[in-house]
């Protein structure tokens, strides 16, 4: 887990499998910003969890502002009452309507189709430009006020810089380790949206950005920042206790509870062919609900002067 040494009570982390990626340090971080390398498994959905405990501050609201390789901020905000949520607070993909139904598609990990040469490319520089925003997920954390309803009508922006990219030559990475983007699964239903809501910002700087940057296992290794001869956990969990290192002990605690996890959640899926299509449905809606985001069109600081227009907040 990501936490924040100025603002303890608070972390982030990358979810796969009902459990979270193990976290590597990022040794060229930029200056106030907490940085970790994780694992990217090819086709594998994942979601952004947040947690927020004591002594984390709460007489504020908290805006998080999530980016995913680059894709336009998509927005969360928790009114002081709900931060503290003991299950967390989840964003685990992209959400729309459609014939007054809510659908949400999930945050993937796909590979890069990286080839010798590809056909038909004729600016190689512009898709340099687009690659340095893959494999990375960047989170903006600001403290919120004067949280209330918005009677505005809802929007729903579109998620076109996480579709799948063509071939990609190797002169065009130029030795850079990206192994990975995120892409969206098939759309599911989804619950219906709650109200959206307005606020003003305490601070429009972030008090804490985070960034999770993902790669496969070979890159990170490439980068050293895991260790080369680290044993894949699948070969080394009949070893006795004993003889295993503190990571690797983690690694296959790690295995063993998502298969328990992936074990639990096809014997429900098998279970769920005999309820009532209206269980079944109540599961649909509610299971692994996803958080509500908002998109800010305008916003002003407490600070400023009143005629100025406050955050007005859509989805």
């Known amino acids: 887990m990501t936490t924040c040494d100025q603002h303890p009570g608070m972390k982030a982390e990358i979810i796969v499998d009902y459990e979270p990626l193990q976290e590597y340090d990022d040794d060229e971080a ?12 090819s086709g594998k959905e994942f979601a952004i969890k947040f947690t927020f405990t004591r002594p984390f501050p709460t007489q504020h609201g908290v805006e998080i502002k999530v980016s995913v390789d680059g894709e336009p901020d998509r927005v969360l905000a928790y009114s002081p009452e709900e931060l503290c949520k003991a299950e967390g607070h989840y964003k685990r993909g992209v959400g729309f309507q459609k014939d007054g139904q809510f659908y949400r598609q999930n945050y993937r990990f796909t590979a890069l189709n990286i080839v010798e040469e590809a056909d038909g490319l004729s600016n190689v520089t512009d898709l340099r430009k687009d690659l340095l925003s893959k494999g990375s997920i960047k989170l903006e954390y600001r403290f919120i006020a004067n949280i209330h309803t918005s009677d505005e009508p809802r929007r729903y922006k579109p998620a076109s810089a996480l579709s799948t990219m063509g071939a990609i030559p190797e002169k065009a990475l130029k030795g850079d380790a990206r192994s990975h983007q995120a892409t969206l699964s098939e759309p599911r239903r ?3 949206r709650k109200p959206l809501v307005n606020y003003n910002y305490v601070n429009r700087e972030p008090f804490t950005t985070i960034v999770f940057k993902y790669r496969s296992l070979t890159a990170l290794k490439a980068l050293r920042i895991i260790d080369e001869d680290e044993e894949d956990p699948t070969l080394v969990e009949d070893r006795a206790e004993d003889a295993m290192t503190p990571a690797q002990l983690r690694e ?9 996890a992936e074990a639990s959640q096809q014997l429900k899926q098998e279970r769920s062919g005999a309820r009532t299509i209206k269980r079944e449905r109540a599961e649909t809606f509610n299971h692994e609900d996803d958080d509500d985001e ?11 002067p009143r005629g100025e227009p406050e955050v007005i907040i859509l989805d």
């Open 252 to 260: 296959v605690l790690r295995l063993a509870r998502r298969r328990e």
């Open 294 to 304: 908002v998109t800010i069109v305008e916003s002003r600081s407490r600070k400023r």
């Open 30 to 41: 930029e200056p106030g910003v907490v940085s970790k390398y994780v694992e990217a498994a």
């Open 190 to 192: 989804a619950r219906a």
